[in-house]
């Protein structure tokens, strides 16, 4: 089994920068894709960007390209989602996920282990 847990999120005003963490523990996920995906009030869960196993090949959704930036640290078992020039409409709360394959996908369905979600609300 694999846990997740987000941190990094908070209250920042329009166009600031934020950089959420994801510590996996229970097993390593060095081979594991990682996604990470968001769920605004009101609204289903989304897709945000995602990294197969070795960062070489990324993924984003288009309202977060060029603003938003995944990494992956294999040695601490821990994902990062920086996210600069921030809008208000990337209020939401941010799930991390993990996929039990090397490659990412941008299926909500596709992940096979969540984390509980850490909070970004973006003032204007």
């Known amino acids: 089994q694999v846990q997740l847990e987000e941190s990094g999120g908070g209250l920042v005003q329009a166009g600031a920068s934020l950089r959420l963490s994801c510590a996996a523990s229970?097993?390593?996920?060095?081979?594991?894709?990682m996604g990470w995906f968001r769920q605004a009030p009101g609204k289903g869960r989304e897709f945000v960007a995602a990294?197969?196993?070795?960062?070489?090949?990324?993924d984003y959704a288009d309202s977060v390209k060029g603003r938003f930036t995944i990494s992956r640290d294999n040695a601490k078992n821990t994902v990062y989602l920086q996210m600069n020039s921030l809008k208000p409409e990337d209020t939401a709360v941010y799930y991390c996920?993990?996929?039990?394959?090397?490659?990412?996908?941008?299926?909500?369905?596709?992940?096979?282990?969540w984390g509980q979600g850490t909070q970004v609300t973006v003032s204007s």
């Open positions: 990294a197969d196993w070795s960062a070489d090949v990324t």
């Open positions: 996920a993990a996929r039990r394959t090397m490659f990412s996908s941008r299926a909500i369905e596709a992940y096979d282990y």
């Open positions: 229970g097993r390593t996920v060095s081979r594991y894709a």
